[in-house]
């Protein structure tokens, strides 16, 4: 999903509150996704600047109130990679106020670091990089809370991050055919996205094809999502083939794929940065891993259920049938009591 372009872009400060803290960000959808607890935690504080691609401050913004988009593709951020960059006045006059600093972007022996530890002299800097080592035990945002707290940053800030991430995690789907699940829009479609980043977390199309087809014998509305990636990996007549039985949306932008998400009764799809936004939004979500580990990389959702299988795998290790179960589940009131269950089906 790209940005609008006709879309204006502010190329100025002027007029933005002072972000008392500062995240600054360049990852994919998903991994950006997965910093709006931090953003919440923050927001609790004071003014958050979300500093990245315009279209994924945008959405933080949207997603996360007290957020303030700012784009991140301005010359202004990208100079202070440079070892003697020009100094920016209107950055450097918001920069000099910030109290917290938090970069996805560079190490802290890094010119980008020299330069913003000069021009923000009071803020508290954390350099965090954005995917755990391999040997991480536990979910990628809580690696994001132990750099912090080895930044010296105050404790609070991490529990307020984590009080932010179980709030989120609160009650997540079952997958059993017989549990009761969170109950989704009854008249919204049930959303497909069958594509990812990578071709191996993909979970086979004619898998997705034959989910897509036994919702509807179900009575199921189908919408089926295809990003760039899939326009630019599917050969055409896939593309048409799949027109002319389901109902196709190819989204323009973040802003789009957000409006759709909010309709939506339910949604499957692979370990991808659209599952990870309708997890966070709220849709019940089913998320299909297979060579990726869900201990560190499960969206983060009030309504989720992860299919994974016992360690990595290709991602043909998964029949259809559990998965229809569980978006069967979706739908259904949940029961009074009735744990949540996270193990593979």
Known sequence: MVSDPSERRPGSLDGLPPGLSIVVHTGTLGDHVLTFPLLRALADRGPVWAVTGWAAARLAARRVAGVVAVDGDQPRWARLFGPQPPVDPALAERLATAQRIVSFVAGPSDFWAVNVAALAPRARLAFVPPRPPDDWPGHATEWFDARLVDAGWPAGIARAHAAARAAARSADLP???????????????????????????????????????????????????????????????????????????????????????????????????????????????????????????????????????????????????????????????????????????
């Open 175 to 345: 997958g059993d055919s017989d549990a009761g699940g969170v109950a989704g829009s009854v008249d919204g479609a049930v959303v497909l996205h069958p594509g990812s980043g990578a071709v191996a977390k993909c979970w086979p199309a004619d898998r997705f094809w034959s989910l897509a087809h036994a919702l509807r014998g179900e009575g199921r509305r189908v919408q089926v999502v295809l990003g760039e990636a899939e326009r630019a990996r599917w050969h055409e007549a896939e593309i048409r083939r799949w027109r002319a039985a389901f109902d196709v949306r190819l989204p323009d932008s973040l802003v789009d794929l957000e409006a759709l998400l909010g309709e939506a009764g339910a949604y499957v799809g692979n370990d991808s940065g659209p599952t990870h936004l309708a997890a966070e939004m709220g849709v019940p979500t089913v998320a299909l891993f297979g060579p990726t580990m869900p201990h560190v990389w499960r969206p983060i959702g009030p309504r989720t259920k992860v299919f994974a299988p016992p360690s990595p795998s290709a991602m043909d290790w998964l029949a259809v049938d559990p998965v229809a179960r569980a978006v069967a589940a979706a739908f259904r009131p949940p029961r009074v009591g009735t744990a949540a269950a996270d193990s593979p089906a």
